[in-house]
């Protein structure tokens, strides 16, 4: 079982930074894929990145492409989501997930996710 705890979300202004934690339980983080989604108000949940098992592979939804990067720690069973120049569409819950060890889904959908945080809420004042 893997347990996701998420961390770093709170009220910031327009263009700032933050970023996102999300520290994982057990000994399996390294082969898992990690993944952030986010959730605003009303709105289905969204994919915002992922890092693959190694971290080699980290893409970014085209929505935060060039703002929003994902990274791992191993060592630190930790993933990150690095925020900066923030908009105030960028409100949401973001939720950190993980895929299965060693599964060979690295993706977009929810389904492709097997264990969730209990997400952490991000509101960007404009």
């Known amino acids: 079982q893997v347990q996701l705890v998420e961390s770093g979300g709170r009220l910031v202004q327009a263009g700032g930074s933050l970023r996102l934690s999300c520290a994982a339980s057990?000994?399996?983080?390294?082969?898992?894929?990690m993944a952030w989604f986010r959730q605003a108000l009303g709105k289905e949940r969204e994919f915002v990145g992922v890092?693959?098992?190694?971290?080699?592979?980290?893409p970014i939804a085209d929505s935060v492409k060039g703002r929003f990067t994902i990274s791992r720690d191993n060592a630190k069973n930790t993933v990150y989501l690095q925020m900066n120049s923030l908009k105030p569409e960028d409100t949401a819950v973001y939720y950190c997930?993980?895929?299965?060890?060693?599964?060979?889904?690295?993706?977009?959908?929810?389904?492709?996710?097997?264990?969730w945080g209990q997400g952490t809420q991000v509101t960007v004042s404009s």
């Open positions: 997930a993980a895929t299965t060890p060693y599964s060979e889904y690295i993706g977009v959908r929810v389904e492709g996710y097997n264990y």
């Open positions: 057990g000994r399996t983080f390294s082969s898992l894929h």
């Open positions: 890092a693959s098992w190694d971290g080699r592979i980290t």
